[in-house]
Every structure is written in structure tokens, then in C-alpha cells.
């Protein structure tokens, strides 16, 4: 890199942007460990080009459409174990990780999106809208997300926050705040993400299918300090970036009513 080209100005985070990036990793029907080597490798690839969110697809450890295998408690402990090598992977890693995963919560299993970073899972976000019409079947494997507000779920030993209030956001990057959403959840009358737009996240992920980027304004944010988080890439294209950030988390006002 030249002398000029290491001038602040070129850094993309001096000018608000993060880098952002999707993924579709090949998968098997519910092959967990298989499915788990192809979200890390796509995440180390990631890391390489210096991305500071990469987001899977929906369901993406257990593969989608494998209809009552949910419920077998093989695969559900199988995920919760592919879960952990992410995590223990993600600290040698720069990007955020949006993973898509099934997870047990008081006897009732949600179709989650997991932030993990800098080797911890910060959060998970259940799905609040099931689709159940044509060949979708949701409702008769996975509880709505819909109303789940300032809880904590048990994954690994460890209790992370779970609900559709949160809102990562990075202390190093002040505009780097996002929130998330899936499938379905974007197509309501009032998405997840336009709660969380209103409490201070710059990018909403969601898609059908997966958890893409999508860009609405921001607002102050008015919520109550939890524990999340989210982070920066040191690379050479970002010059005066940070290595590391620490992790925090917020959620949203529970004075607002949730998607």
C-alpha cells in the first residue's frame, strides 16, 4: 500500500461504511457437522476479504427444509454442539457472524438468528412470523419469536440474550449498529426491523430465505444497556481501524410493541 493510499480518508470506516456480505454455503439435509465446516469456511474466507458482517441463510447448520427432523433431539443437540465450535472459531476471526440455527428454549423450539463474535455469542433472535401455507410448515415445529422481550437463553452452558429487542452495536464504530430479522418477519405489517430502525440500528438483516442487509435511516436510540455487541475488521483497506472492539449489546425500549 502506497503512503497515500494509508491516509485516513481512505478508510471506509472514517466514512461511516462497513463492509457487508452475504452467504449461501453448500449444505445437506440435515448433516449438522458438514454444514458447520461449510459456515466456517465461508466465514475464514470472509475474514480474508476483510468483511465486518457476513450473514448466513436461514436454518443454515440444520439445512431448511427438513420438515420433523426439528424435532428429534439428536439434531437439535447436534446444533447446539456445531454452535459451539462457531463461537470458539469466531475468535480468530473478524467478521460478525449471522448464523441461522434452531434452538430450545422452555420446552419450545425457535427458529433463531445467532450474532457471534470474537469467540462469544452475543445474542439470539427468534423468528417472530411462521409462515404456514403451501409448503411451509413452521408453525408445527417452531414458537413465534412474536412478544419475546428481555429474556436469556441457555445455549452451551452459557446464558445469552434472546428476544426481538436486540440491537448489536459496535463501540468502536458508532454508526455500526444492527439488528435482525428472518424470512418472513420482513413482510409483516410492521417488521422487526422497523423497531429496531426506530431504536438505533442502521442495518436490519432480512430476507427471505436468509438474512441479508438491507439500509433504512437511523434514529437515537432508546434502549437499555444489556450485553451484545458488534465489530470492526483491521485491514488494509481500512487503515486506521481498530483490531478488536469490545462487545455490548443493547435492547429496545419495551415501552414500544414488538414484531
Do not use: N
Given at each position: 500500500m502506497t503512503e497515500a493510499k494509508a491516509h485516513p480518508f481512505y478508510a471506509m470506516h472514517e466514512h461511516g461504511f462497513v463492509r457487508v456480505a452475504t452467504s449461501t454455503p453448500h449444505v445437506r439435509t440435515a448433516d449438522v457437522a458438514f454444514n458447520r465446516d461449510a459456515v466456517l469456511a465461508e466465514a475464514r474466507r470472509a475474514?480474508?476479504?476483510?468483511?465486518?458482517?457476513?450473514?448466513?441463510?436461514?436454518?443454515?447448520?440444520?439445512?431448511?427444509?427438513?420438515?420433523?427432523?426439528?424435532?428429534?433431539?439428536?439434531?437439535?443437540?447436534?446444533?447446539?454442539?456445531?454452535i459451539a465450535d462457531i463461537v470458539k472459531a469466531s475468535a480468530e476471526l473478524s467478521p460478525v457472524l449471522l448464523v441461522g440455527a434452531a434452538l430450545m428454549h422452555k420446552g419450545r423450539l425457535y427458529n433463531c438468528a445467532l450474532a457471534i463474535a470474537q469467540g462469544r455469542l452475543l445474542g439470539a433472535v427468534p423468528k417472530s412470523y411462521l409462515p404456514n401455507y403451501r409448503e411451509f410448515y413452521e408453525k408445527r415445529w417452531f414458537a413465534s419469536g412474536k412478544g419475546v422481550r428481555g429474556q436469556a437463553i441457555r445455549v452451551n452452558g452459557h446464558d445469552v440474550p434472546f428476544g426481538t429487542d436486540l440491537v448489536f452495536a459496535s463501540e468502536v464504530l458508532p454508526h455500526f449498529r444492527f439488528c435482525a430479522e428472518i424470512c418472513e418477519d420482513i413482510w409483516a405489517a410492521t417488521p422487526p426491523s422497523a423497531l429496531g430502525a426506530l431504536a438505533g440500528?442502521?442495518?436490519?438483516?432480512?430476507?427471505?430465505?436468509?438474512?441479508?442487509?438491507?439500509?433504512?435511516?437511523?434514529?437515537?436510540?432508546?434502549?437499555?444497556?444489556?450485553?451484545?455487541?458488534?465489530?470492526?475488521?483491521?485491514?488494509?483497506?481500512?487503515?486506521?481501524?481498530?483490531?478488536?472492539?469490545?462487545?455490548?449489546a443493547t435492547r429496545r425500549s419495551t415501552s414500544r410493541s414488538t414484531g
Open positions: 475474514h480474508a476479504a476483510h468483511v465486518d458482517l457476513l450473514v448466513f441463510p436461514e436454518l443454515c447448520l440444520s439445512s431448511y427444509a427438513i420438515d420433523d427432523l426439528h424435532l428429534q433431539g439428536a439434531m437439535i443437540a447436534a446444533v447446539e454442539a456445531a440500528a442502521t442495518m436490519p438483516p432480512g430476507a427471505r430465505k436468509r438474512l441479508s442487509a438491507r439500509l433504512p435511516s437511523a434514529t437515537p436510540r432508546t434502549a437499555e444497556t444489556s450485553a451484545l455487541f458488534a465489530r470492526s475488521a483491521a485491514s488494509p483497506s481500512c487503515p486506521t481501524a481498530p483490531k478488536s472492539s469490545t462487545p455490548i
